[in-house]
């Protein structure tokens, strides 16, 4: 009897240590514990880190995409180059991702990797550039800034600037610093400052030419402008890097930025209020970063099954030397 007992025994652990093997190696479910919610993984093709911009976008998506959120975040630095962007969104199909959002460094090029993530039933969210495609459903939406507006905001700021100050007869050279060529950040801009300053007879636009959204390429590009035209009145710098990279070039001629020569900017960092309650820069037309919280909200809408909307852009507004120190203390980034 004490045999058979024994045998039971050893058969009930044998038969448990067999089930072990089979796989089962976690305590059994019970009625309390709940299954753990499957992670949302998003691969975000981020263009670089060239400026001040950029890194505040980069730091709202890994702040907004985290476990903690549901997510798990797959992030890629683009070099500012599209080869390596196109590389990324290979890796996230590859990878099998829920989702792929790309800021595009340029417009044009991506039909064939976008056709590929829909083929692979990934949707795809742009964010912050646009891309200019030959099929719009190979993009379920986009969210950002209006750069044609910006553009015309820059324009529209220096008209009251130069209607108050009695310049309106004055005859006024113009410099333009452009963001990276073939961005829509680049595109937007450029056509809006270039069509603004046509409309005034007044208003002579010298020269322009990238300084690729960075400061040291900015300011370069300044110091040959400045070697090339004696006489420069405005420049307009599609983002704030290139605007410090102009002020210091300024400078460095023995001019004084913000007085003899009008900076008219874009983006409205952190960096570019102080400047502005310095006297150094004029005018700043906001673009906002902070994309991170926007895609998760439209990620969120697309698993609940809702419909979303196809082109979203961020309300924007502008800033002088007027009101920056007023406004500073509520910037965001
Ligand atoms: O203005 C610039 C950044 O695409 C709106 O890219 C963005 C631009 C931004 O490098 O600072």
Redo the contacts with the bound molecule.
């Keep these: 009897m004490k045999k058979v007992m024994v045998l039971l025994l050893v058969l009930m652990v044998t038969g448990a240590s067999f089930i072990f093997a089979n796989g089962a190696t976690e305590a059994p479910a019970t009625a309390t514990s709940a299954p753990a919610k499957k992670l949302i993984v998003v691969g975000y093709a981020q263009v670089g880190a060239?400026?001040d911009?950029?890194t505040a976008n980069t730091e709202s998506f890994k702040s907004t995409f985290v476990e903690a959120n549901g997510y798990k975040l797959i992030f890629d630095d683009a070099q500012q180059k599209q080869e390596n962007q196109i590389k990324a969104i290979r890796n996230f199909i590859q990878q099998d991702v829920d989702y792929i959002v790309v800021a595009p460094v340029v417009e044009t090029g991506w039909e064939t990797v976008l056709g590929e993530a829909k083929a692979a039933g990934i949707p795809v969210i742009l964010s912050?550039?646009q891309m200019k495609l030959s099929d719009d459903s190979l993009y379920t939406a986009w969210v950002g800034?209006n750069f044609l507006k910006e553009g015309q905001d820059g324009v529209k700021w220096l008209n009251d600037y130069v209607a108050k100050n009695g310049l309106a007869n004055k005859d006024l050279n113009m410099v333009l610093l452009q963001?990276t060529i073939g961005?829509s950040?680049q595109v937007g801009r450029t056509q809006g400052i270039t069509e603004g300053i046509a409309k005034n007879p007044k208003y002579h636009l010298l020269a322009k030419q990238t300084g690729e959204?960075t400061q040291a390429k900015g300011q370069e590009v300044m110091e040959s402008f400045l070697k090339a035209y004696p006489k420069i009145d405005v420049v307009f710098a599609e983002?704030?890097?290139m605007a410090f990279g102009a002020i210091d070039a300024i400078k460095a001629v023995g001019k004084v930025p913000g007085k003899d020569i009008i900076i008219i900017s874009?983006?409205a960092v952190h960096e570019a209020f102080n400047k502005m309650i310095a006297g150094e820069l004029n005018a700043d037309v906001e673009?906002n970063p902070l994309h991170g919280p926007r895609v998760a909200e439209i990620i969120q809408k697309l698993e609940a099954g809702q419909k979303v909307d196809k082109i979203m852009y961020v309300t924007e507004g502008s800033f002088d030397t007027t009101n920056a120190k007023e406004i500073l203390p509520t910037r965001k980034y």
Excluded: K, L, Q, V
Aim: glycine letters at 12%.
């Design positions: 060239e400026s911009w950029r912050d550039r800034g963001g961005s950040a959204f983002n704030d890097n874009f983006d673009c």
